[in-house]
């Protein structure tokens, strides 16, 4: 790539529908192989992957709020509250009363649960970085970017901010 923006002499920014069509399944493809070590973790505890998202955005947040996960993963409350009930039975997750606000609810995780969430995302991990290392930063720092003008902006500000660690 000389430009960036040319690839094999085509151009990327006017993309056939086939190229497209292409990109969309083969992002398909990866999700399924990015989630299939997981789910078999997952399937093994009669767990799915809303638990497993769940865990994941209580641990990369520790105390982050019911409502606050609620817009980080786009569900209803009454889907999260049966993965938090579950987790919470299962001493996975704690729900403590806020300090400040005593109707909300901090979620942590317990040393089970950040037991688990390593399996998880040691297992992703491990597969993110042969593949990075197979393409290369150039294309790590592309798929970022493609990634990142996908998300909706208002997802890309939380995105931003879980990112930041803000």
Same mark, same amino acid.
Do not use: C
């Given at each position: 790539?000389?430009?960036?923006?040319?690839?094999?002499?085509?151009?990327?920014?006017?993309?056939?529908?086939?190229?497209?069509?292409?990109?969309?399944?083969?992002?398909?493809?990866?999700?399924?192989?990015?989630?299939?070590?997981?789910?078999?973790?997952?399937?093994?505890?009669?767990?799915?992957?809303?638990?497993?998202?769940?865990?994941?955005?209580?641990?990369?947040?520790?105390?982050?709020?019911?409502?606050?996960?609620?817009?980080?993963?786009?569900?209803?409350?009454?889907?999260?509250? @049966?993965?938090?009930?579950?987790?919470?039975?299962?001493?996975?997750?704690?729900?403590?009363?806020?300090?400040?606000?005593?109707?909300?609810?901090?979620?942590?995780?317990?040393?089970?649960? @950040?037991?688990?969430?390593?399996?998880?995302?040691?297992?992703?991990?491990?597969?993110? @970085?042969?593949?990075?290392?197979?393409?290369?930063?150039?294309?790590?720092?592309?798929?970022?970017?493609?990634?990142?003008?996908?998300?909706?902006?208002?997802?890309?500000?939380?995105?931003?901010?879980?990112?930041?660690?803000?």
């Amino acid at each position: 790539m000389s430009d960036g923006r040319t690839q094999g002499g085509e151009s990327l920014l006017f993309l056939t529908d086939e190229q497209l069509r292409q990109g969309s399944e083969a992002m398909f493809f990866a999700y399924r192989g990015f989630t299939a070590d997981p789910d078999r973790i997952l399937d093994d505890l009669a767990y799915g992957r809303a638990h497993h998202r769940a865990i994941h955005f209580i641990n990369r947040a520790p105390g982050t709020t019911v409502n606050n996960l609620l817009t980080i993963l786009g569900v209803t409350k009454q889907s999260l509250n @049966r993965v938090l009930r579950t987790l919470v039975e299962d001493g996975l997750v704690e729900s403590r009363v806020g300090h400040a606000d005593k109707r909300e609810r901090h979620l942590h995780l317990t040393d089970a649960g @950040r037991a688990l969430e390593a399996r998880l995302s040691d297992a992703q991990r491990a597969r993110m @970085r042969a593949a990075y290392r197979e393409a290369g930063p150039e294309a790590v720092s592309g798929f970022r970017q493609v990634l990142e003008a996908m998300m909706d902006p208002e997802l890309r500000r939380v995105y931003t901010r879980l990112r930041d660690g803000v």
